[in-house]
């Protein structure tokens, strides 16, 4: 039974440059959510997508932006990168409710310099 | 007020110790809730959740919930080395997870 799967693993921008990074989820799973996580934080909640819509958002810029696609794997997008954008970006799949927990991926490390 | 709150920590026992580790929550509505362990450089994994007022139990893990007093714990007994990590409290309201900022475990062997 696979797991949560993202890619890359790690990625280094430069800044002003777009990044997109990419996540399946378990099977079963319907829901994908993202987080940032910053070095010494818990992770911020990014957005959340369900039915291939965004069903919630945190607090973050329009610069970040995502889909998800039929087979429920979806994209995160993040455009005019800041030196404040590096991070872990973590994966989350869910059951709709995410009342069973949430199963998370190992994350891509994004640097930008 | 922050949504989901752990203010101790880093947190150190000698190996064998009762680890214990705290949260408060904000939000009365919230539904779920959990414990997620996060070893350095790695991703957040689940190891308890709970749903209703009490203790529950797997293995040497005991996490408890008090909703009046918005309130959440996590009991390790018999800490191990191994059990030396970052832990994170999560709840869920409205299908979204919030974490609190975590508590950093070191295991003295």
């Known amino acids: 039974d696979a797991g949560v799967t993202q890619s890359p693993t790690h990625l280094i921008k430069t800044r002003g440059q777009q990044v997109t990074l990419r996540c399946s989820p378990k099977?079963?799973?319907?829901?994908v959510s993202w987080y940032q996580q910053a070095l010494g934080q818990g992770p911020q909640f990014i957005f959340q997508?369900?039915?291939?819509?965004?069903?919630q958002r945190g607090n973050f810029p329009d610069r970040f932006s995502g889909h998800q696609f039929p087979n429920y794997s979806s994209e995160l997008n993040v455009n005019a990168l800041l030196l404040g954008d590096s991070a872990l970006y973590l994966c989350?799949?869910?059951?709709?409710?995410?009342?069973?927990?949430?199963?998370f991926g190992s994350g891509t490390r994004l640097t930008v310099v | 007020q922050k949504e989901v709150e752990q203010n101790s920590g880093p947190l150190s026992v000698p190996e064998g110790a009762i680890a214990s580790l705290n949260c408060t929550y904000s939000d009365r509505v919230s539904q779920s809730f959990f414990w997620y362990r996060q070893y350095s450089g790695k991703s957040p994994e689940l190891i308890m959740s709970?749903?209703?007022?009490g203790d529950k139990e797997d293995g040497r893990f005991t996490a408890q919930l008090n909703k009046a007093s918005q309130y959440v714990s996590l009991l390790i007994r018999d800490s191990q080395p191994s059990d030396s990590a970052t832990y994170l409290c999560a709840v869920t309201k409205s299908f979204k997870l919030t974490f609190g900022k975590g508590i950093t475990l070191s295991v003295r062997p």
């Open positions: 989350a799949s869910s059951l709709r409710t995410g009342d069973y927990g949430y199963t």
């Open positions: 709970i749903y209703s007022n």
């Open positions: 099977s079963g799973h319907d829901t």
């Open positions: 997508y369900y039915e291939e819509e965004e069903r």
